[in-house]
């Protein structure tokens, strides 16, 4: 364990100040492979992607804290998508910089290492293993051995099992778990591929429009979900859905996109009062 400082300094950079300053305070947190000891887990600085001369991101900077939920919206085009891909290596950035805690440069790294890193994402189509019982899902999720002998003839120990059965409560799914996934409803597919991402122990998890086709019902259980790993994980939030959005952000800051940087930002109710925002987004 070590101390840090809370707020958030880039990477590279030094705090001058002494430990116990006047207004600066301290929190304990673990250090384990990325560091963030100046309290942030994703830096994005300067960020440009230009494709033939049209900048789909157009020197975006962001941050996303420790334990942080944040949502991100915006009209279409805006450039979610696109950042999203940079940070999970599907892009590079034609300029700017991105870190993954103070040291990761995401930049130089391919779409296997920034998984490996820690950065897990979930695209808006549920991509799960149809054939294959949830169960089944999230162990071959699981972060062990895949070489396919060791994956066919390996039995999971218990330690193993009681994490299956963590997230598979977690999740809603505990009494699906022998059920074939293709089976499933939209939301439960959605549900297993969170639950998929988690078993990996992601340090950042990105959603892309993950109550997209939901019901409100499931749409609902998802905003419970979320708030339930709020503090535990990073997480960033890519939603069209307001309501989905105002249910998860009350305690969250939201970043509105708009032509490849960011527009506004702020707490759900001062983004909505942006008059910016309602030209460009929210319509009034």
């Not at 364990?1 to 430990?19: D, E, F, H, K, N």
């Not at 999203?84 to 440069?105: E, L, N």
Request: charged content about 20%; glycine content about 10%.
């Amino acid at each position: 364990m070590s101390y840090i400082m809370s707020g958030v300094l880039r990477p590279g950079q030094q705090y001058a100040g002494a430990t116990g300053d006047q207004g600066v305070s301290y929190q304990r947190i673990k250090q384990a492979g990325v560091d963030t000891t100046h309290g942030a887990i994703l830096y994005l600085e300067d960020i440009v992607v230009s494709f033939d001369g049209f900048k789909a991101i157009n020197h975006l900077n962001l941050d996303i804290s420790v334990g942080e939920l944040r949502c991100i919206i915006g009209p279409n085009g805006a450039g979610k998508t696109t950042m999203m891909d940079v940070i999970t290596g599907k892009t590079k950035p034609t300029s700017g910089s991105a870190f993954f805690g103070q040291t990761m440069d995401l930049t130089k790294m391919n779409e296997v290492e920034i998984a490996h890193a820690g950065i897990g994402r979930k695209f808006q189509r549920p991509t799960v293993f149809e054939q294959h019982s949830v169960f089944e899902n999230l162990e071959l999720a699981m972060k062990m051995d895949k070489r396919v002998v060791t994956t066919l003839f390996a039995r999971l120990n218990s330690t193993q099992r009681d994490k299956i059965a963590a997230v598979l409560d977690l999740i809603r799914l505990h009494e699906h778990a022998t059920r074939p996934a293709g089976l499933l409803s939209h939301g439960q597919k959605q549900w297993l591929e969170i639950g998929m991402l988690l078993i990996q122990e992601p340090k950042l998890i990105l959603l892309d429009e993950p109550v997209a086709g939901m019901s409100d019902a499931e749409t609902a259980r998802t905003a419970e979900l979320l708030n339930e790993l709020r503090g535990k994980h990073s997480i960033m939030v890519v939603e069209h859905d307001m309501g989905f959005v105002t249910e998860i952000a009350q305690q969250a800051k939201v970043t509105v996109l708009h032509e490849g940087s960011v527009l506004a930002e702020g707490s759900m109710q001062q983004v909505q009062a942006d008059e910016r925002v309602i030209e460009v987004y929210l319509g009034r």
